[in-house]
């Protein structure tokens, strides 16, 4: 047995009704390195994890898994099994108990016990130790509730490791981070490394590729493209590998011509409803044109994504300033009076506000959409069917049809779901929450372009994204937020990376 290879994939090959979501799959993993895997969405990345995790135990797949040498081969309770042999995975979504304190969830179902009850003393002595072994920063009494979205993955990482894990499986892990909490992932990743352990990590951020991967698989339309050293890459050929075709710039060239403001907020206040004393908003002003798209940027908690839910009357309370519509002011108390007004949202969480999972992709696309294709009495089927395929065309969406449950596509595909859905209302003023979050980079390309047309149609579009890059290439001007509040709009040639994170960081211009 070859002592340095701890993971072995020999001709995986994993097959759904109509998919083939493994197209054998053979390559080696490392012991100690940091394994890279991307591709686009639906490339098949998180299935073969859910292989290699007990998901899909051994006999619903074909090939075989060789780990530490021996052929991986997960039975009845076979997620328990690969974390007792450790392997362990921490989700796309997280899947914490939020009721919980963080100890209580890191060893949850498996907690030490004394004379048949709990010895909380040494569980919370042992969640201490492995924090403070791993460096996450986290403290064991704290419910997890009250943790921002970086900390409870560190929590979901010390739970993984309070298994003695011997691979971590990280499934993009930095989706919903800050900056700050993606470097302190970084670093902890580190530290794992250096204390022997083997990470696959999984992310459509190729810059995290660079920085941390010794290595790095792609996977396209379920085969294994190549496995190759990181250093051996550059980003232009490991896009090349993803799509495979030569993509040469990331924004595709609109020709938006912005207008007259259709969409104003001024001055707007908003609290906690449970704590009134509490701002989520405090003083926030911008205007968008039709035809522009407006980006928003602003660091993690600076109350871009509770501006949203603010404009769609959910959540918070208004407490002062206006909302303007058309030149009339709007009140919306619920999403749906917001909607009925001419706003549409395409949410940040797919799961919560977006998409009826177990429903087919039909049925997301169109069932916001019903009265485009209601004849008197009837819905036109035809004109449902032919305006979603077009949607999901246009977007690629990967399923076997249009009729495949939403929760059977992958983590990029769902997403891509609910853009197509938002997209068919014909809203005035779109507002996109982070809308290429977990995207692949040619889906995002089309959903760059989708977005210019609708620009191009007069359509006004606010975009929140996290991704600088993003904000910068698609925008016509850039509104800054910063702790509850805008700063400073600049159009988008003045915008350069340095002064939004001035602005965004709370620093005045000079
Ligand atoms: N339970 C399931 N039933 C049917 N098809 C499935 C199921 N799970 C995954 N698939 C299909 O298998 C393919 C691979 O999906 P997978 O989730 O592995 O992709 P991925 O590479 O992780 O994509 P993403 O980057 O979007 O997360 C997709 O076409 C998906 O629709
Ligand atoms: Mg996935």
Redesign the pocket.
């Known amino acids: 047995m070859d002592n340095d290879i701890i993971l072995e994939f020999r001709n995986v090959t994993k097959k ?2 109509g ?1 083939v ?1 493994l197209n054998d799959i053979s390559f080696k993993i490392h012991r100690g390195e940091i394994h890279g895997i991307c ?1 686009e ?8 994890m859910k292989i290699l995790s007990g998901v899909y135990p051994h006999g619903t797949y074909e090939g075989s898994v060789i780990f530490n040498g021996e052929e991986l081969k997960l039975g009845e309770s076979a997620i328990q099994e690969a974390g007792n042999k450790g392997i362990a995975i921490v989700y ?1 979504e997280l899947t914490l108990v939020p009721t919980m304190s963080v100890g209580e969830n890191v060893y949850l179902g498996r907690e030490p016990l004394e004379h048949g009850s709990i010895n909380w003393n040494r569980l919370y002595a042992n969640t201490r130790e492995i924090l403070e072994k791993y460096g996450l920063d986290v403290q064991p009494h704290v419910i997890v509730k009250s943790l921002g979205v970086g900390k409870m993955q560190m929590v979901e990482i010390a739970k993984a490791l309070s298994e003695k894990a011997q691979v971590l499986i990280l499934d ?1 892990p930095t989706s919903a981070l800050s900056e700050a909490e993606i470097d302190k992932l970084m670093d902890i990743l580190g530290i794992l490394k250096s204390n022997g352990i083997t990470c696959i990590y999984i992310t ?1 951020k190729l810059d995290e590729l660079f920085r941390i991967t010794d290595k790095i698989t792609v ?1 396209r339309d ?1 085969k294994e493209i190549t496995t190759k050293p990181t250093s051996e890459l550059t980003q232009e050929k490991l896009v090349g590998y993803m799509v495979g075709r030569e993509m040469k710039e990331r924004f595709p060239k609109g020709n938006r011509k912005p207008t007259d403001i259709i969409f104003k907020v001024e001055n707007l206040q908003a609290v906690d409803p449970n704590e009134a004393s509490h701002k989520v908003l405090n003083g926030v002003n911008f205007d968008v044109r039709k035809g522009e798209i407006l980006g928003i940027a602003g660091l993690m908690g600076a109350g871009r994504t509770e501006l949203v839910m603010t404009l769609f009357g959910e959540y918070s309370k208004i407490v002062g300033g206006k909302i303007l519509l058309n030149n009339k002011e709007i009140k919306p108390t619920n999403a749906r009076q917001a909607i009925d007004a001419g706003l549409s949202l395409v949410p940040e969480d797919r799961k919560g506000m977006g998409l009826v999972l177990i429903q087919s992709i039909l049925k997301n696309i169109s069932l916001p959409n019903l009265d485009q294709f209601s004849g008197f009495f009837r819905i036109d089927k035809d004109a449902e069917l032919k305006a979603s395929m077009l949607q999901s065309k246009s977007l690629t969406i ?2 076997p049809s249009l009729e495949a449950a939403v929760e ?6 769902q997403q891509k779901v609910v853009i197509s859905k938002w997209l068919l209302s014909k809203p005035k003023v779109l507002i996109m929450d982070d809308p290429t979050r ?1 995207i ?1 980079v040619g889906a995002k390309y089309e959903i760059y372009k989708l977005m210019n047309d609708l620009a191009e149609n007069g359509v006004a579009i606010i975009m929140i994204s996290s991704d600088l890059e993003e904000v910068l290439g698609m925008s016509d001007r850039v509104m800054v937020m910063c702790s509850g509040h805008s700063t400073t709009t600049l159009p988008v040639a003045e915008a350069t990376v340095e002064r939004v994170m001035a602005l965004a960081t709370g620093m005045s211009l000079s």
Request: hydrophobic letters at 30%; charged letters at 15%.
């Open positions: 759904f009704p998919v979501a591709g969405n639906g490339a098949g990345k998180s299935t073969l796309q993009e459509h996977m379920g990967k399923a059977t596509l992958s983590g990029g595909n977990g692949d």
